[in-house]
Structures are given as C-alpha cells and as structure tokens.
C-alpha cells in the first residue's frame, strides 16, 4: 500500500471531450498524477442518465479512455478504468441512495437544469446521479477530487453522506475535498460567453473538442462572441473576451496580467488568431497521440483491464465494510 493521498475523478462519455474538460479538469489530473494515488475512471454509467445510443456510447467510452492516456495520464502510475466493469459503484449507490434526502438531491443545479433540456426523459437515474458520483469517490476512500467549479454541489453532497454515514455508523470514509483551478475552473462557451463550454450542447461552434482539426478550432475562435470596447480586459463586463484570455493563460502557462500587457492596443481580431494558434500548438500533440491509441485497440483493452482488477480490489474492501456495519450477513462461500 502506498502512502499517498488518493485522488478520484471522471468524466461521462456523453461526448467528445471538450476544451473545458480539459482546462477544467483533465489538465490538473496529468499535473497531480505524480504527488498521488489516483483513480480516473470513464463515468459510463453517468451517461445514461440520458439517452444514448449504445453503438456511440461503446465508442466514446474508448475514445475517452484514449483522450486520458493522449492528454498525459500515464497508465502504469494511475489506475484508469471503467465505470461499468466495477459493480460496486452501484452497489454502493443503493446504500446511499437510501440516506440521501429528497430535498437535497432536488436542489442540486444540475438536475434542474438537465430536466429541463430532458423534459421528455425526467428519469429517476438524473435525480439521483449525484449520490452514483458520491459513490465513486467514497469506495476508493479519495481525499481530493479535481473538477470544475460546476460540481462543487455535488461534493458538498458526497461530503455530507460520508459525514452521515460515519456518524450513523463509525468512522467508514474519508471526507473528500474538492480541487478546483483559480483560473480556469469553468470555461465559457464560445457563442454564449455566460453559460459554461458543454460537450451536449447543441451548438458545435459553442464548444472546441480537443480532437477538433486545427482548422474548425480556428473557425471556431474566430467567431466567438465578444464585444464592441475593443480592448483585451480580464473583465466581468466583457465575458466573451475574459474567457479568451483564461483559455490563453491556461494553454500557455502565462499570467493573465502579462496577457493584458501584451494585448494592450491590439486588436481582437490578432488576439483571436493567436489564441486559436496557442490552442492549436497545445493540442496537437494530444489530437496525434489519441490517432495513434485508437489503432492500437489492444492496448487500450489492456489499460482498462488492469485497471478495473487494480479498482475493484478496494471497492470491494470499502463495500464489504458498508455491508457488514449496515447489517447485511456477510455472504459465506464454500
Ligand atoms: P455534459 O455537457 O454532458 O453535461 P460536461 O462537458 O459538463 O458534460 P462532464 O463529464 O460532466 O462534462 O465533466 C467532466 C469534468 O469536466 C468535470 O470535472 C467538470 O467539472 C469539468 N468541466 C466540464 N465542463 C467544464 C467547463 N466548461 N469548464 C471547466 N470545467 C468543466
Ligand atoms: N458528475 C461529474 C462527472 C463525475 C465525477 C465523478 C467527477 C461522475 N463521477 C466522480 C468527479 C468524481 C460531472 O457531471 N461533471
């Protein structure tokens, strides 16, 4: 056993990964892979929460996985796998599930929102997707979840079920923590600057898929709404334009002041060509390496095999403990 801090993440394949996965997200896991003990996981079972169709989801699932290893999640230091193959994540949900409050789990934003868009498809798997998430974290005992700041109430949602758990019965989980970016840590849609990047989202020059050419990335940048002030500000007044210079800080590393500084006077039409290049520049490594993982099929198996013995091996030990201090009898074999 090793003595680092757990770390646990996912994301549904419900479709391509996008640039705010990424930012948001994804970036933050390849930078924490080393300091500890991590677990990221292709949330298949989330994404049924609405309709997919099966040929496509078996496809996503594996071009995500291959999106991981591409953006430089090392499988021989993480333990990737997916969600699926470890039946303890919904074994554990149904304990949970029978904590959880119907209040809280209808204050959560984002079922309120993805009932609106599903209205045709309000299902009982939306309603209670947060405590599977709960779930997920909770069996691999995490200390810290790297997301984007659309899932800090579902955390508090985890928090609370660990802390009721723990208290109802004794100590059983660890308490995560939520590890968000300062900057960066929701990524706005390129047509609509006031609601966050969306891999659903029905407009494709919304959102920049990382495996977009680098020509419709271009397109896309160029087009993104802005404003008529004509100048480069990290503003609340100017959301179109502060998300361009959080997606140039992010890509490159440099502090959006410095940015400010070297846009002073230029025009939008220069900064967006130049975003669209820094973007271009950082994700062409990834779109090449995810080409080469997708014609070596065998290997991606490999990767979410080992991955899912390596998972299921401590989902089964935090299960079995939730078992036995629930008051199931601990099955016998011969
Ligand atoms: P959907 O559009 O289907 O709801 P999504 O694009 O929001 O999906 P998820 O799979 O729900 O993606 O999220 C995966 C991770 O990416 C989560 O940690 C989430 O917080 C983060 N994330 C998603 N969109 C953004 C964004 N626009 N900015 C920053 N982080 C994001
Ligand atoms: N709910 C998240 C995806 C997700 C997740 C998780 C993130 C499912 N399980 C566990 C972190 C940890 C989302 O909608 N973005």
């Not at 309120?112 to 309603?127: H, Q, R, V, Y």
């Not at 503003?235 to 959006?256: A, R």
């Not at 520049?281 to 198996?301: A, C, S, V």
């Not at 935090?318 to 074999?333: D, E």
Request: hydrophobic residues 35%; charged residues 30%.
């Amino acid at each position: 056993m090793s003595d680092k801090k757990v770390i646990f993440s996912g994301v549904k394949p419900s479709g391509d990964l996008t640039l705010g996965n990424y930012l948001g997200a994804i970036k933050n896991w390849v930078d924490l892979q080393d300091e500890y003990d991590c677990y990221y996981c292709v949330v298949d079972m989330h994404a049924i929460t609405v309709h997919q169709e099966p040929k496509d989801l078996r496809k996503r699932t594996l071009e995500i996985l291959a999106q991981y290893i591409a953006a430089g999640i090392d499988p021989e230091k993480n333990t990737m796998f997916i969600q699926s193959h470890v039946s303890a994540h919904a074994e554990l949900t149904w304990v949970l599930n029978s904590m959880s409050y119907m209040g809280q789990l209808n204050r959560m934003t984002q079922f309120k929102e993805k009932s609106k868009d599903n209205a045709d498809n309000l299902n009982a798997g939306l309603f209670t997707y947060p405590v599977l998430m709960a779930s997920d974290i909770l069996l691999y005992q995490a200390d810290l979840v790297p997301v984007g700041d659309d899932q800090k109430q579902h955390l508090e949602l985890a928090r609370d079920l660990a802390e009721r758990f723990n208290n109802r019965y004794s100590p059983t989980f660890v308490v995560p923590e939520i590890y968000t970016s300062k900057v960066g840590s929701r990524i706005m849609g390129l047509q609509d600057p006031t609601s966050k990047m969306s891999k659903s989202g029905d407009n494709e020059n919304d959102y920049i898929l990382l495996i977009d050419s680098p020509k419709a990335t271009e397109k896309k940048i160029k087009r993104a709404v802005t404003d008529s002030l004509n100048k480069v500000r990290y503003s609340d007044d100017q959301p179109g334009i502060k998300n361009l210079i959080t997606i140039y800080s992010k890509m490159t590393g440099e502090s959006v002041e410095s940015i400010e500084a070297k846009y002073e006077g230029v025009g939008y039409g220069k900064f967006k060509s130049d975003v669209a290049e820094v973007v271009n520049e950082g994700l062409q490594p990834i779109r090449d390496e995810f080409e080469r993982l997708m014609n070596n099929k065998d290997y991606l198996e490999d990767v979410y095999m080992n991955g899912a013995n390596a998972a299921e091996r401590v989902a089964r030990k935090t299960l079995r403990k939730v078992y036995k201090k629930v008051g199931f009898i601990p099955r016998k074999f011969k």
